[in-house]
């Protein structure tokens, strides 16, 4: 059983440029979160998507963007990237109608995005 | 004042010590409370959980909370080098999937 897959596993992008980042749940899952980790910082929630919309929100700008597809993979959107966008961006998969404890929520590995 | 609060350390023990990490927090809705392993370059690991106060423990892993304090431990025995990793606490209320994390303490292990 293959768990959270995310892709590219990293890349190099320069100022004003746009990301697309992707993520596939694990097998079973129907709920996809965006986090993004600075260096030496904890995972910073961006949004989720559910049902091919956005559930939840964090506190980031309109440039980070989302989208899911009726398998359930999703993407990551970021425009007009900046300097401080260079960080790891994890997905993680959790089931809608699970427990809501936290063993139903999975993190895949991780994109690390380095904008110069 | 940050809701979760983690001393990044790093943190430095040789094989067998006991390890003590902790977090404080100020948000009082939070329910579990939890404690990620991640390894260099790769996402976090749940290494275990504790609903509401008290202490759980799996194997050389002992979770406490103080709910009362606001503050919660992970105790770690007999390290191991393989322990080497940075160590996040996370937090959320009983009805969301969005944890608030620490921001991770790094703990090195040496022979």
């Known amino acids: 059983d293959a768990g959270v897959t995310q892709s590219p596993t990293h890349l190099i992008k320069t100022r004003g440029q746009q990301v697309t980042l992707r993520c596939s749940p694990k097998?079973?899952?129907?709920?996809v979160s965006w986090y993004q980790q600075a260096l030496g910082q904890g995972p910073q929630f961006i949004f989720q998507y559910y049902e091919e919309e956005e559930r939840q929100r964090g506190n980031f700008p309109d440039r980070f963007s989302g989208h899911q597809f009726p398998n359930y993979s999703s993407e990551l959107n970021v425009n007009a990237l900046l300097l401080g966008d260079s960080a790891l961006y994890l997905c993680?998969?959790?089931?809608?109608?699970?427990?809501?404890?936290?063993?139903?929520?999975?993190f895949g590995p991780g994109t690390r995005l380095l904008v110069l | 004042q940050k809701e979760v609060e983690q001393d990044p350390g790093p943190l430095s023990v040789p094989e067998g010590a006991i390890v003590s990490l902790n977090c404080t927090y100020s948000?009082?809705?939070?329910?579990?409370f939890m404690w990620y392993r991640q390894y260099s370059r790769k996402g976090p690991e749940l290494l275990m959980y504790?609903?509401?106060?008290g202490n759980k423990e799996d194997g050389r892993f002992t979770a406490q909370v103080d709910k009362s304090s606001k503050y919660i431990s992970l105790f770690i025995r007999d390290s191991q080098p393989s322990d080497s990793a940075t160590y996040l606490c996370a937090m959320k209320g009983g009805g969301s999937y969005i944890p608030t994390f620490g921001r991770g303490t790094s703990l090195i292990v040496h022979p």
């Open positions: 993680a998969s959790s089931l809608a109608t699970g427990t809501g404890t936290p063993k139903t929520q999975y």
């Open positions: 948000n009082s809705a939070f329910q579990y």
């Open positions: 097998s079973g899952h129907d709920t």
């Open positions: 504790t609903y509401s106060s």
